[in-house]
């Protein structure tokens, strides 16, 4: 008696609740925005709103923590794509540069051989360079097996470099006009005046034998005078004056030569082939 009387009630429950449900919804139905509930409504959305909001920006930036943290092995991965085509994109930027200053320092030392009709010339390229205190030096990757000989000029784009000193098959060492040892027959262009320059290393190559009566100025040119069974040919570059005295015991002239041609960056140069070798 007891569960049945239960179980009535239980349903007497269901039923009364539904009820009122189905009127709650009538109610609100016909009443619209206007009604009674639409205002309990308006009401809990009021307090409820609020809290929501609150709520919000307290785990709005948690979550986009989360989800940046999930995120970072895929942004990590971008970076280094990113920075893997920044660094092709340089190294292309820079092979094209040095190969447009490559090919401008081939057409100078094009136009230098069309000039002072070097055309009995071999190109080469430097390999290594032994420029110190103690040695002035290129190695150039042309050898015997190419016609070259001790002996022979070389010049790059910019003028006079020095001459081949030591030969092998197929490289050959070009010892520099500012190497200590080296001695050029050269000439002031102005007064067409001779002397003889001397290499002095990490100086400017002094000039010798100058008549004293030679009106010499800073910045006048100075080229090589060709003699017959000279090393250099005639009207070959070598660089300008770059201070001019006077010994005050001998009287002489003293004149520096600052060299046309930067030896820290020689790259192509032309060795003038001798007529045996031609």
Known sequence: MAISGRTRSTRGLVILLVTASLITITVDYKEGHHGPLAKVGDAALAVIGPLQSAVTRV?????????????????????????????????????????QQQLAKLQQLLNLRTTLGLDQSTGARVVSSGVSNFEWSVDIDKGSNQGLRP??????????????????????????IADPGMKVAARLVSSQTTGQLVGQGNHDLRMELVDASTVVGVGEPVETVGFPGGLYPSGIPIGQVSSVGTDRVTNAKLISVRPAVDFSSLDYVLVVLSPESR
């Open 151 to 176: 002996g022979m000029a070389v010049v790059a784009d910019g003028g006079l470099v020095g001459n081949v000193t030591q030969v092998s098959p197929f490289a050959s060492k070009v010892t520099l």
């Open 59 to 99: 785990t709005r930036p948690i979550g986009s923590f989360f989800a940046g943290v999930l995120k970072v092995p895929s942004l990590q991965s971008q970076i280094h794509q990113l920075k893997s085509r920044l660094a092709q994109e340089q190294a292309r930027e820079l092979a094209g540069v040095s190969a």
